[in-house]
């Protein structure tokens, strides 16, 4: 079974719409780590935000937000007003006790922003 | 203050040949983490080296080898190469303290195609 599961594999959205990316994980550990991470063309993957599992305090950045929702085991991640900048591979990871804590990842969302 | 440099950029084999990927960590960082992302996919852990030994492996075969040298450098090696060996090779370097806590850095890769 997947430890992440990213079920969306392309969204495609105009500029300036908001964009929710699912993330949803699997863990028998009850402390764990969450992360979203961008992957632009060039290929590096940058790090957008780190969540422990006693936090589940929602998250803004700017047009970033994260709503981590430990009774669904879902940690969503949000743009809102998006921009053509935004496009790129999204991906969610898990890093937990029983891994190791070396980060698992989702296959991967690809966020497509049309001007 | 550089972060994780990955070299070559880009790389062709051909099938049964042996190639070596390099990899320097970011300053500050001990620990050596490498990854292989096919195509549309998610990254998938190879390996991990702490002071100059492999830490923990993941579901890979002999062919995949690696070094980590005093000065925190990492070498990944692939004996026999396949094309499914073809992907994009990350490394990713954490902080002393735990990748737990901080998360990795990430290179931008070598990719390599095997032919």
């Given amino acids: ?115 | 203050d550089a972060g994780v440099t990955q070299s070559p950029t880009h790389l062709i084999k051909t099938r049964g040949q042996q190639v070596t990927l390099r990899c320097s960590p970011k300053s500050g960082h001990d620990t050596v983490s490498w990854y292989q992302q096919a195509l549309g996919q998610g990254p998938q852990f190879i390996f991990q080296y702490y002071e100059e030994e492999e830490r923990q492996r993941g579901n890979f075969p002999d062919r995949f080898s690696g070094h980590q040298f005093p000065n925190y450098s990492s070498e990944l090696n692939v004996n026999a190469l396949l094309l499914g060996d073809s992907a994009l090779y990350l490394c990713a370097s954490s902080h002393p303290t735990g990748v737990q806590n901080y998360g990795y850095t990430f290179g931008s890769g070598t990719r390599l195609t095997v032919v």
């Fill in chain 1, 1 to 115: 079974a997947q430890k992440v599961t990213q079920a969306q594999t392309e969204i495609s959205v105009v500029e300036k719409e908001d964009v929710t990316l699912d993330c949803v994980y699997e863990t028998r550990d009850t402390t764990y780590y969450l992360f979203w991470y961008k992957q632009p063309p060039s290929g590096e993957l940058v790090f957008l935000i780190r969540r422990n599992s006693f936090d589940e305090q929602n998250e803004i950045s700017g047009r970033y937000s994260w709503n981590f929702q430990k009774s669904t085991s879902s940690f969503n991640f949000t743009i809102t007003a998006s921009q053509v900048v935004d496009s790129a591979v999204y991906f969610c990871a898990l890093s937990e006790p029983g891994g190791s804590y070396i980060p698992t990842f989702g296959r991967g969302t690809s966020l497509i922003v049309h001007p």
